[in-house]
């Protein structure tokens, strides 16, 4: 059986983090699931993350995933290296199939360049094959040396090289492909005599081609593939990267974006055709977004359904659902568990939470909606309260179909507006109210004539 070995149990210094390197995101995603990812894609059913610093956390993110993890001891005196890495995983090696060495670092290897590494080594029967790039700037990579038939015959890493060594502009990518009971081989012979004291990963190649093995180079076509994040300035990179990947996808699938650079759309969301995204939108985690929609500037989208032909502006949503044809904002606020039905205007200033808003509704202005569920065509005037919270618990208003809140009521709950119900301006309910009746609760009005004119001549 084919496995990947992804090594992921380095340090990571550089990002100057409590949290482990590989966990950091790119567009949503941690670096280490986009490998994981790419390597299931490339068919690869068995991977074995060798994990070290921040471990705990990095298992327990990958908890449902199906793949094996296994520890690298770390420590003084204790050996280190991506060879010694590779060695945690010589359990899983078999000597009949392909060992797939990833790194966990590297997001941006996609399962196409994968597939095509695996193809090259079996078709060109190689005994190893390392995937390569050809880089203006080669500084900080292993170096590439071929010999005369274009095999290649070492890898030299950047700190054992020799200047003419550090002119080669071809790299190692830190992705190999090795027959399996070879590699097993190979890594028995490894040592830590080198600059660094590390057992090298990369020296394995050396070993089997002295050997009379045959290892194969393998040039990726997009050199940006194989960038690595070491630092926060490699993982903005990466980001920006990932980003105009993202974003070409849903442009070449009909989603109109009016400015890519400026458009945060994370890995794996859909968005329907003929929908427009306008600059400085975010969209984010699980959501989903319908066709001919039109998605304004400072307008977030995290974990929520949106329905065909929704409009929304400069507004928060998160973790809800909104039917078709709704608009939403400028600067509302759906928070969690708010379902939007059917032709539901929710405008200005309106906040609504775990609650379900029933078709053709409209909260134009100025209102909090809590713990309720309300019918259709009802209206909610500026300024209405739904009065949720006593202090100790969350309790629920209901809203029947047709009802009429009227401007700067309260709704106390736990209570229920029947249908049809009107709710007089400035109102504050604490009782049920029938169908069809008019409610007013607030102070009658005293118009007191002359008052002011007394009150001057009283001033003299
Ligand atoms: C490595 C290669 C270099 C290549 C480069 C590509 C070696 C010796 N050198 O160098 O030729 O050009 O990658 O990016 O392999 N790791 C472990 N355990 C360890 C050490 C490292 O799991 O003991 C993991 C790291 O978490 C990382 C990966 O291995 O994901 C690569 O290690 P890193 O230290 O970044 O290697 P480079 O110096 O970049
Ligand atoms: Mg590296």
Not at 205 to 215: A, F, P, Q, T
Not at 289 to 305: A, F, H, K, Q, T
């Amino acid at each position: 059986m084919n496995i990947s070995i992804i090594l992921a149990a380095g340090e990571g210094t550089r990002m100057k983090s409590q949290i482990p390197k590989i966990l950091h995101k790119v567009c949503g995603k941690p670096l280490l699931e986009y490998v994981v990812d790419a390597s299931e894609g490339a068919g690869i059913k068995k991977n074995i993350v060798i994990v070290g610093h921040g471990k705990e956390e990095v298992i327990e993110y990958f908890q449902e995933r199906d793949v094996i993890f296994k520890e690298q001891p770390i420590g003084k005196d204790i050996p280190y290296g991506t060879g010694f890495a590779v060695m945690q995983g010589k359990e899983y090696i078999e000597d009949e199939g392909i060992v797939v060495v990833l790194c966990g670092d590297t997001p941006l290897i996609t399962e196409d360049t994968l597939k095509k590494l695996l193809d090259f080594h079996k078709e060109g029967g190689f005994d190893g094959t390392v995937l390569t790039a050809l880089l203006d700037d080669p500084t900080g990579y292993g170096r590439i040396d071929r010999d005369e038939l274009g095999n290649i015959y070492r890898i030299i890493e950047q700190k054992d090289a020799s200047e003419e060594e550090q002119n080669i502009k071809e790299i190692n990518s830190g992705i190999y492909c090795f027959d399996g009971g070879l590699l097993k081989y190979a890594l028995g012979k490894l040592n830590n005599n080198n600059a660094q004291g590390e057992f090298y990963i990369t020296d394995v190649v050396g070993i089997l081609r002295s050997e009379g093995y045959r290892i194969g180079g393998y040039i990726v076509e997009d050199s940006l593939e194989i960038h690595g994040v070491n630092s926060r300035i490699q993982l903005a990179i990466s980001e920006k990267i990932m980003r105009n990947r993202i974003n070409k996808i849903h442009m070449e699938n009909g989603v109109t974006l009016i400015d890519p650079e400026n458009t945060y759309i994370e890995d794996g969301i859909s968005i329907g055709s003929d929908t427009i995204i306008y600059p400085g939108v975010s969209i984010q985690g699980s959501t989903k977004i319908g066709r001919d929609c039109i998605i304004r500037s400072n307008s977030r989208i995290v974990d929520s359904e949106i329905q065909d032909q929704v409009e929304v502006d400069s507004s928060l949503i998160e973790s809800s659902f909104v039917g078709s044809r709704a608009t939403i904002g400028p600067y509302a606020h759906l928070r969690p568990k708010s379902r939007i039905g059917k032709a539901v205007h929710i405008g200005n200033f309106v906040e609504v939470k775990n609650s379900s808003i029933g078709e053709n509704s409209k909260a134009g202005h100025l209102a909090y909606i809590g713990d309720a569920v309300v019918g259709s065509n009802v209206n909610i005037g500026c300024g209405v309260i739904f009065v949720n919270y006593n202090g100790r618990d969350k309790q629920v208003t209901t809203v029947g179909n047709n009802a009429f809140i009227g401007s700067n009521s309260n709704l106390v709950a736990p209570i229920t507006i029947e249908d049809r119900a009107y709710i007089a301006a400035g109102s504050t309910i604490t009782q049920d109210v029938e169908a069809g009746s008019l409610s007013i609760a607030r102070a009658q009005q005293v118009n007191k004539r002359g008052w002011v004119d007394k009150k001057d001549l009283e001033g003299k």
